[in-house]
């Protein structure tokens, strides 16, 4: 059992349909991301959120456009999506250093939401 | 280009010998090692990491070892289990940026009974 939960597990949509995926954490952590993993490619960071912060916004198109409005949870709002965009989109939590250093901590996934672009 | 890479796709083992994953990485910033496991319809378990001033770290029956000056990681397993059997990522994070991870496209190890 995961102690980061995504909802919802599978969606289809079409290009012109705006929805969201959802986010949240059981883990008190403070920093969040989310990941994009399309078939025969590496994980491919999106978007880290630390402290309600965004910190790192890796190129992603303006049609993904996240949301972080407390440290447990997370959104990813998607409107007028390209059938490339079909993929799995993992959500990540995990207790990051507040100072300059870094912590040696892992990051906890939670099970993905299947997209499917119609 | 690709800056950690797991060149094996696949990987069979019988159960109770040992299993070798191995990880490659271009950049020499990063500081902070990592190996999930990933079942299928699941999302990526974290296994075990390593720091860049460490060169082994073990828990059970899973062992890293960090070579920095090949740029080089492995994962062992032992004795292997047939639980064991699902892909496996290689995750790198550069100690100059946020805390972001770079992932290898993942090994698919296969646990024979």
């Known amino acids: 059992e995961t102690g980061v939960t995504q909802t919802p597990r599978h969606l289809v949509m079409g290009m012109t349909n705006k929805k969201s995926l959802k986010c949240e954490q059981h883990?008190?952590?403070?920093?969040m991301y989310w990941y994009k993993q399309s078939a025969k490619k590496p994980l491919e960071l999106m978007f880290v959120?630390?402290?309600?912060?965004?910190?790192e916004n890796n190129s992603v198109p303006s049609r993904f456009s996240p949301e972080c409005p407390n440290s447990s949870h997370l959104f990813l709002h998607l409107h007028t999506l390209q059938p490339e965009d079909s993929a799995l989109y993992l959500c990540a939590s995990s207790q990051a250093s507040g100072s300059q250093g870094y912590s040696n901590q892992p990051q906890h996934f939670g099970d993905g939401t299947r997209l499917s672009i119609l | 280009d690709q800056q950690v890479k797991q060149n094996s796709p696949s990987l069979s083992v019988q159960e109770g010998r040992i299993s070798i994953l191995n990880c490659d990485y271009t950049n020499s910033m990063f500081d902070y090692f990592l190996w999930y496991k990933k079942y299928p319809a699941e999302g990526p378990t974290f296994l075990i990491s390593?720091?860049?001033?460490?060169d082994k770290n073990e828990d059970g029956r899973f062992t890293v070892f960090l070579n920095k000056s090949a740029k080089h990681l492995s994962l062992h397993i032992v004795p292997s289990q047939p639980g064991d059997s699902a892909v496996y990522f290689c995750?790198?994070?550069?100690?100059?940026?946020?805390?972001?991870?770079?992932f290898g496209k993942g090994t698919k190890l296969t646990v024979n009974p």
């Open positions: 959120y630390n402290f309600k912060e965004q910190t």
């Open positions: 995750a790198a994070r550069d100690q100059g940026g946020s805390e972001k991870l770079v």
């Open positions: 883990l008190g952590h403070n920093a």
């Open positions: 390593i720091s860049s001033i460490k």
